[in-house]
């Protein structure tokens, strides 16, 4: 659903009282004769605030630097609802449908005032083991308990003392 003509314009924009931007962009294309597929992106934009970082302090400056870069200045929750085969004339209410359902469903969601702060942890999260993969590849990475990797140690078994003898 990427550069198509609808989605340049949102067609509904507001603010949640939790400074989740809310965007509803229409996606919708003509599919066969008088049919179309009708599409609907739902885009919440969070800005992030400088304490959300702090839940990071634990990571080397280097990964920090490496996370914070990968992640920019705002993360983006995008949602999309889709209905194929939509009569032409039935279009316009097909999309307020996917939109009500929106609301009804998922508004109460990002609107939640931890909602941003939770998206944010998982974020994280997933780029600090991106991250770690990557310093993994490239041998920077040193696990703090290396694993023993001698043989294991079976000679209990053959002791006089060994009470299963």
């Known amino acids: 659903m ?6 340049k314009n949102p067609l509904e924009q507001r603010t949640l009282p939790n400074g989740v931007t809310l965007s ?26 400088e304490e959300y970082w702090d839940q990071g302090k634990s990571d080397p400056p ?8 990968l992640m920019e200045s ?6 999309e609802k889709t209905r194929n085969f939509v009569p032409q004339e039935e279009k316009q209410a097909t999309l307020d449908e996917l939109m ?18 939770r998206l944010f942890a998982k974020r994280y999260d997933e780029l600090r083991e991106k991250c770690l993969l990557e310093e993994r590849q490239r041998g920077f990475y040193k696990p703090e308990e290396e694993e023993d990797k001698s043989p294991p140690d079976f000679s209990f078994l053959f002791r006089n003392d060994n009470p299963s003898r």
């Open 2 to 7: 990427k550069d198509r003509e609808g989605e």
């Open 62 to 69: 280097p990964r920090m630097h490496r996370i914070r870069s």
């Open 24 to 49: 509803f962009f229409d996606g919708s294309r003509p599919y066969a004769g008088d049919r179309c597929i009708v599409e609907l992106r739902c885009e919440a934009s969070i800005p992030i605030v």
């Open 74 to 79: 705002r993360l983006t929750f995008t949602l």
């Open 100 to 117: 009500d359902q929106v609301e009804q469903h998922v508004v109460t969601y990002l609107k939640n005032p931890r909602f941003p702060s």
